[in-house]
């Protein structure tokens, strides 16, 4: 009997719980409420958009030139004239010279010079550079430069053409034979030259450097003097005259060095050599044709 109740009992649970499933399938199935609105981020939740624009194409940075070598400088000045009497006016700068060495104050010029992280231009004898061959070595180191002033010195006007052309090729030859370079600056002995130098310097490739003035260091052996003038003198682009041979002594010039080297300094000049002149300030005109003998 109470079994029979508790089977009633379980069935009565069973049907109860099966009509509850039905009427929840009929009417929960689905909901009579409207879709939620979805919600819009605000401007700072939103995420960055890539740019889609095309970029503008690229722009090739153009190389800076290479400045010209200094033989290349030499060339180019050539070309436009075939002598010169300076250099131009930017960056105020001044070339030293000496002419007619090697000689015997020569070592200590170049060292003196060194001393003084000087630059400057020597214009040798061939001879004396067959005889000097070390010191001529020298010149073609920095802060030096090294041209040529003929074979043996001679006043070129009184020679005949061949005569002339050996003289100029005969330096350079010299130059090139101890030092490995053929100079293709020249320096005619007394500034004097014609006609037939110039077609040797042609023939030669070689550019006639004369200067804008002179020490008078071969006229007035007194320091005080040479360095005097030479600082009184000084312009921007200047080519200066001096030796280290020749007439009986150049201590005189060995002495003013110092202090031309030191108050052209102060006055805001760079020391360069010709070269280094002719490229970085090149002269900006052509000179009407120098005298000869050119004074100093």
């Given at each position: 009997m109470l079994r029979s109740r508790r089977n009633q009992w379980l069935l009565t649970i069973a049907v109860a719980a099966l009509a509850f499933g039905a009427l929840a399938l009929a009417f929960g199935g689905g909901s009579d409420d409207a879709a939620p609105t979805p919600r819009v981020a605000s401007p700072r939740e939103r995420p960055r958009q890539r740019d889609r624009r095309p970029a503008p194409?690229?722009?090739?940075?153009?190389?800076?030139?290479?400045p010209p070598t200094e033989a290349q400088a030499i060339e180019r000045v050539r070309r436009r004239m075939p002598w010169v009497l300076r250099g131009g006016k930017r960056g105020r700068m001044i070339a030293l010279t000496f002419d007619d060495g090697p000689?015997?104050?020569?070592p200590a010029l170049q060292a003196e010079l060194q001393r003084l992280h000087a630059p400057a231009t020597f214009f040798p004898?061939?001879?004396?550079?067959?005889?000097?061959p070390d010191l001529a070595r020298a010149e073609t180191r920095p802060p030096f430069s090294i041209a040529s002033h003929t074979a043996t010195h001679?006043?070129?006007?009184t020679l005949g053409r061949?005569?002339?052309?050996?003289?100029?090729?005969g330096g350079a030859r010299s130059v090139a034979r101890v030092t490995g370079n053929r100079p293709r600056l020249f320096r005619p002995p007394y500034g004097a030259y014609d006609?037939?130098?110039?077609?040797?310097?042609?023939?030669?490739?070689a550019l006639m450097v004369l200067w804008t003035y002179s020490a008078y260091d071969w006229t007035h052996p007194d320091a005080d003097y040479i360095a005097d003038r030479v600082l009184r003198l000084a312009r921007p682009g200047a080519i200066v005259l001096m030796h280290d041979g020749g007439g009986t002594t150049r201590v005189p010039t060995l002495r003013a060095v110092p202090r031309i080297v030191t108050g052209l300094r102060r006055r805001g000049y760079r020391l360069v050599t010709v070269p280094r002149l002719l490229r970085d300030a090149p002269p900006e005109r052509r000179p009407a044709r120098p005298p000869s003998p050119y004074p100093g």
């Open positions: 194409p690229t722009q090739r940075a153009h190389p800076r030139p290479r000689a015997s104050v020569t004898i061939g001879s004396d550079v067959l005889s000097s001679a006043r070129l006007p061949s005569a002339q052309w050996r003289q100029v090729s006609d037939d130098t110039l077609r040797a310097l042609r023939r030669e490739r």
